[in-house]
């Protein structure tokens, strides 16, 4: 989500209660955080994704409560996300929105007529497999974190090639630095629908 400038003084009393109130443990999270180098990639480290310091119960709450205003879920069946360091927010927000769930493995158990793709990220490369999806099935796609694209590229590809309707793709966080919102728009025509947005630049990061 990004703030548009402010045009009166109740437009900024509103974006302080936002800001204080309504996504504080969720903005904490990806404002100001250290950046580590990884893979010549720069990586923000946060309490959501890397549980350090521990995820508390309000910023997993911050963070589906947010996700659940994004969409109306009632156009889908199924949630599909990856289980890599996000996998439990897509668990918890099919639990809260009485959804399906469906997972995206890097790692599965070796089933037969399973298919998977290619994938390549800015921290990661090997091959997804798909598990949990039925021709029919509506679906929105979770992703934690968009920054180069890739990943949800080859899962929207591989979604696709099973005749799955995707109704929406949504993500907390979306780092800009690699336009990798705009690369997914650009490959597969749709938009994605971001909480927050941020930049990784410099020593800390900073939410937009």
Not at 64 to 69: A, C, G, H, P, V
Request: proline fraction near 3%; charge should be positive.
């Amino acid at each position: 989500m990004v703030f548009s400038p402010l045009r009166s003084e109740n437009d900024l009393f509103i974006k302080f209660y936002f800001l204080n109130n309504i996504m504080k443990e969720l903005i904490k999270c990806f404002d100001n955080q250290p950046i580590v180098k990884l893979k010549r990639t720069n990586y923000v480290v946060n309490p959501l994704l890397d549980h350090e310091p521990e995820t508390t119960f309000q910023l997993i709450d911050d963070a589906i409560r947010e996700l659940s205003k994004l969409i109306d879920f009632s156009k889908i069946n199924k949630i599909v996300c990856e289980e890599d360091r996000g996998g439990f927010i897509g668990a918890i927000l099919a639990h809260k929105n009485k959804k399906s769930l469906a997972m995206v493995k890097w790692n599965p158990p070796k089933l037969s007529g399973q298919n998977g793709i290619n994938f390549r990220n800015a921290y990661a490369e090997g091959k997804m497999y798909l598990y949990g999806i039925k021709k029919g099935d509506k679906v929105v796609l979770v992703e934690d974190l968009i920054d180069s694209g890739n990943t949800i590229i080859k899962m929207i590809e591989l979604l696709r090639e099973k005749d799955i309707n995707i109704i929406d793709v949504i993500c907390i966080a979306e780092k800009i630095d690699y336009e990798g919102a705009k690369k997914i728009e650009e490959v597969t025509g749709i938009k994605i629908k971001s909480i927050l947005k941020f930049t990784a630049k410099g020593k800390r990061s900073k939410i937009l």
